[in-house]
């Protein structure tokens, strides 16, 4: 008999599921039989989402209860099960081994956050599923399929968002160990951004900005340096900050990662320690990618906009995205400026706002983050992406029936 549990709703509790439960395999072979008798399926993480992506009006499942493992080879690492950042990291460290980035947050499961695109800063790092070189994938039938470099349907299966079955396994490319010192600065004048955005954002390894769109007190620059020092945003009028750090509206409470010192990588580049609740919450988030190129020309269009969605922000982050080759990345063979807002936790509110921000952005080719909220008709979001009939055929290739399709997928691929 295989365990269930309440499905619950998403980290932020603005979607509850529709699955009235989640049924939790122990194994391998209970989550073939799940995925084989199932009509429709889906697979619940770590549920920091904030739209329907990962829910099924049919049956949920999860990898919670499955043994997690983890196995370094050379520069290589296989991640078995619902592993997360914060595990993952401290044993590559160990081993003297390091990934090349990490979000924000080290909270979210390494399966769930490749299959979405989820990222972490600076102008030449790719998102986290640019390190993957395999994906283990369970299909409708219940078999299980490994998928490599070599075979072509990889730049689908790499950054899937779980439409070709539950991934039960990624394996990751590796580099030595690195140390990374960061601070955070106000102070650097809105103007000195707008002016060369991509200067600011690409003088460390990885760089953060903040800001509320029009109070400078609240504007805040975030850099991260594998090099020892971050005294450049000095030279802009960057003064550090201290213990008492607020991004834009929300302000902290002992929970952000060290500044002012050198630490291990997974130590510094999150911006919230892996030993402590990142916030309670209670938000809503949206993200857009834009071609860098075109960061002046975008940040000046949402500054126009921006009183329309003043009383709804909380703070609004800007990061960078190296170009890669998966399908249905938003930095598909375009580095990208993502602009991405924290919201009040008002779904109605948040809602009415964004077509404002996606008007804005609809001249620069915008795409929407997978996982966050955005009102985007699933025909706009196609067009930006050149790929997207290709990596349907993939999808009808490995699905047939349908099994891991779901409301999002289809307002996405399209009937």
Same mark, same amino acid.
């Given at each position: 008999?295989?365990?269930?549990?309440?499905?619950?709703?998403?980290?932020?509790?603005?979607?509850?599921?529709?699955?009235?439960?989640?049924?939790?395999?122990?194994?391998?072979?209970?989550?073939?039989?799940?995925?084989?008798?199932?009509?429709?399926?889906?697979?619940?993480?770590?549920?920091?989402?904030?739209?329907?992506?990962?829910?099924?009006?049919?049956?949920?499942?999860?990898?919670?209860?499955?043994?997690?493992?983890?196995?370094?080879?050379?520069?290589?690492?296989?991640?078995?099960?619902?592993?997360?950042?914060?595990?993952?990291?401290?044993?590559?460290?160990?081993e003297g081994r390091a990934l090349h980035n990490?979000?924000?947050?080290?909270?979210?499961?390494?399966?769930? %956050?490749? %299959?979405?695109?989820?990222?972490?800063?600076?102008?030449?790092?790719?998102?986290?599923?640019?390190?993957?070189?395999?994906?283990?994938?369970?299909?409708?039938?219940?078999?299980?399929?490994?998928?490599?470099?070599?075979?072509?349907?990889?730049?689908?299966a790499a950054l899937s968002l779980g439409a +070709?079955?539950?991934?039960?396994?990624?394996?990751?490319?590796?580099?030595?160990?690195?140390?990374?010192?960061?601070?955070?600065?106000?102070?650097?004048?809105?103007?000195?951004?707008?002016?060369?955005?991509?200067?600011?954002?690409?003088?460390?390894?990885?760089?953060?900005?903040?800001?509320?769109?029009?109070?400078?007190?609240?504007?805040?620059?975030?850099?991260?340096?594998?090099?020892?020092?971050?005294?450049?945003?000095?030279?802009?009028?960057?003064?550090?900050?201290?213990?008492?750090?607020?991004?834009?509206?929300?302000?902290?409470?002992?929970?952000?990662?060290?500044?002012?010192?050198?630490?291990?990588?997974?130590?510094? +580049?999150p911006h919230f320690r892996a030993d402590a609740?990142?916030?309670?919450?209670?938000?809503?988030?949206?993200?857009?990618?834009?071609?860098?190129?075109?960061? %002046?020309?975008?940040?000046?269009?949402?500054?126009?906009?921006?009183?329309?969605?003043?009383?709804?922000?909380?703070?609004?982050?800007?990061?960078?995205?190296?170009?890669?080759? +998966?399908?249905?990345?938003?930095?598909?063979?375009?580095?990208?400026?993502?602009?991405?807002?924290?919201?009040?936790?008002?779904?109605?509110?948040?809602?009415?706002?964004?077509?404002?921000?996606?008007? %804005?952005?609809?001249?620069?080719?915008?795409?929407?983050?997978?996982?966050?909220?955005?009102?985007?008709?699933?025909?706009?979001?196609?067009?930006?992406?050149?790929?997207?009939?290709?990596?349907?055929?993939?999808?009808?290739?490995?699905?047939?029936?349908?099994?891991?399709?779901?409301?999002?997928?289809?307002?996405? +691929?399209?009937?």
């Open positions: 008999m295989i365990d269930t549990r309440a499905a619950g709703t998403t980290w932020s509790g603005n979607h509850r599921y529709r699955a009235p439960e989640v049924l939790l395999p122990a194994d391998a072979d209970e989550l073939a039989e799940v995925v084989a008798s199932a009509d429709l399926l889906r697979v619940q993480a770590t549920r920091h989402t904030f739209n329907d992506i990962a829910d099924s009006e049919g049956t949920l499942v999860s990898l919670e209860r499955m043994p997690t493992r983890i196995a370094i080879d050379g520069d290589r690492v296989r991640v078995e099960g619902l592993v997360t950042f914060a595990e993952l990291a401290p044993v590559l460290e160990a990490l979000g924000s947050l080290p909270h979210i499961s390494v399966t769930g %956050a490749t %299959a979405t695109g989820t990222h972490g800063s600076g102008v030449t790092n790719g998102n986290l599923s640019s390190a993957l070189t395999a994906v283990e994938i369970v299909d409708a039938d219940g078999t299980t399929h490994r998928i490599d470099h070599d075979d072509p349907r990889f730049p689908a +070709l079955g539950v991934i039960t396994a990624v394996e990751l490319r590796t580099e030595p160990t690195y140390a990374v010192t960061q601070q955070a600065y106000t102070g650097v004048a809105w103007d000195d951004i707008a002016a060369d955005p991509i200067a600011v954002l690409g003088g460390a390894r990885s760089v953060s900005i903040f800001t509320t769109w029009g109070d400078p007190a609240h504007d805040l620059v975030w850099a991260k340096s594998d090099t020892g020092t971050t005294g450049w945003v000095e030279e802009l009028g960057g003064r550090p900050v201290g213990d008492d750090i607020h991004l834009g509206r929300i302000r902290t409470v002992d929970n952000t990662t060290p500044r002012g010192s050198s630490g291990p990588w997974h130590t510094r +580049l609740l990142p916030s309670d919450g209670d938000e809503i988030q949206s993200e857009y990618f834009v071609p860098l190129a075109h960061a %002046a020309e975008a940040l000046a269009a949402v500054r126009a906009v921006a009183p329309s969605f003043d009383a709804q922000l909380l703070v609004t982050e800007l990061r960078t995205v190296a170009a890669d080759e +998966l399908w249905l990345s938003p930095a598909y063979r375009r580095d990208v400026l993502a602009i991405h807002f924290t919201w009040r936790n008002d779904t109605d509110g948040v809602l009415s706002v964004l077509p404002h921000i996606e008007a %804005a952005l609809a001249p620069f080719d915008a795409r929407p983050h997978w996982g966050k909220a955005y009102t985007m008709p699933g025909d706009r979001v196609r067009a930006t992406l050149p790929r997207a009939q290709e990596f349907k055929d993939v999808v009808r290739q490995a699905d047939p029936r349908g099994v891991f399709r779901n409301t999002y997928l289809r307002g996405v +691929l399209g009937p």
